[in-house]
């Protein structure tokens, strides 16, 4: 009898030793190298996406709202600063250099990053200076977890899915209250009929649909029935404010869109939490009167939303600049050319 006690007593230590181990290990962040203090009760955190601001910044910096708010970031001493991808335009040494001296450099927290497409423009070279796209972590009683939306054209498959299922089983501990997903696809509103007219500039499934509702939603479900969960994304073209706010009343799930586009309603989500209650609000970049988060809602954004933005002409020069000063332009036309010598070539054999 002792010896079969001893041999289910040892498996259970090692799993409660591997869960603690888990629960106490500190994430670095990969752009500042501090590291993120995870033994507070009482924190905050500031999230938003698209920190390089309007698709034609071709200054190779961050936004410029971002940038003038730096001082007043490091005053509020956030335990982390949360991007929800599209940090950068396209990662080159121009723009890593750019980034080092003008906002890695200055702030005075840890960064950290849900890659979007832009992020992931060049290969695989964010992989290489920034390490693995998707991860986890733990502050306190709050579960973070951050997707990398661009695989799989938006689904969530193979090891990262894996990884997805092994995460979430561990908020089932009693110590987790919140449970956080940061992405930068919205892939939670791609197939949802209320949302199909309020995001139509976003990066989106380009083939087919995406498995949200048939296996990610339901993966959510059991955990929702006992945990607070917010799922913040940060592909958001253009709209009314720099915040979408919604609920899902039959999941209890919080789904919020927030990004940075360079603009006078410029804002900043900044989450606070204290002893496991959330509470979230506005911060404006450029001190402009915010309301509360929760009134950015389907109905708000529903009545400000513009059917569609008008073409402006006048930037059709700076729209051909970057397309002739980007490399995968001329990555396009080495490769027509060559199939163009190719066929020519080919025409002419066949001619003799």
């Not at 940060?234 to 360079?262: C, H, L, W």
């Amino acid at each position: 009898m002792g010896k079969r006690n001893n041999a289910g007593i040892i498996p259970l230590f090692v799993a409660f030793l591997s869960f603690s181990m888990y629960l106490s290990a500190q994430i670095t962040s990969p752009f500042t190298g501090q590291k993120l203090n995870d033994s507070v009760s009482t924190y905050s955190f500031i999230v938003s996406g698209h920190f390089h601001g309007q698709s034609n910044n071709s200054s190779t910096f961050p936004a410029a709202t971002v940038l003038s708010s730096i001082d007043t970031l490091n005053k509020l001493q956030p335990a982390f600063l949360m991007s929800l991808g599209d940090l950068f335009l396209d990662v080159d040494d121009v723009y890593l250099n750019h980034y080092k001296s003008s906002l890695f450099s200055k702030i005075k927290f840890p960064l950290l990053n849900a890659v979007g497409n832009h992020d992931l423009s060049n290969g695989n070279r964010y992989e290489k200076e920034f390490g693995k796209t998707f991860y986890s972590f733990v502050v306190a009683s709050e579960l973070y977890i951050v997707l990398n939306t661009e695989l799989n054209d938006g689904s969530i498959q193979g090891e990262q899915l894996s990884f997805l299922k092994s995460t979430l089983e561990t908020a089932q501990s009693e110590k987790i209250k919140n449970v956080f997903i940061f992405t930068h696809r919205p892939i939670w509103a791609e197939r949802i009929d209320k949302y199909k007219q309020l995001f139509l500039e976003n990066t989106r499934t380009a083939i087919g649909t995406n498995n949200f509702l048939e296996e990610i939603q339901p993966l959510l479900k059991p955990i929702a029935a006992s945990k607070h969960i917010f799922w913040l994304s940060g592909s958001m073209g253009g709209g009314p404010a720099s915040f979408f706010y919604d609920k899902n009343d039959e999941y209890n799930i919080v789904f919020i869109q927030t990004a940075i586009r360079d603009t006078p309603k410029d804002a900043m989500l900044n989450v606070k939490v204290n002893n496991g209650f959330v509470t979230l609000d506005g911060l404006s970049l450029t001190n402009q009167q915010l309301t509360a988060i929760e009134s950015y809602n389907l109905d708000f954004w529903s009545k400000n939303t513009k059917s569609k933005p008008e073409f402006s002409f006048r930037l059709l020069p700076l729209y051909f600049k970057n397309m002739f000063l980007h490399p995968f332009f001329w990555y396009g036309a080495g490769f027509t050319f060559l199939c163009f010598i190719s066929i020519r070539f080919v025409l002419k054999r066949r001619k003799k």
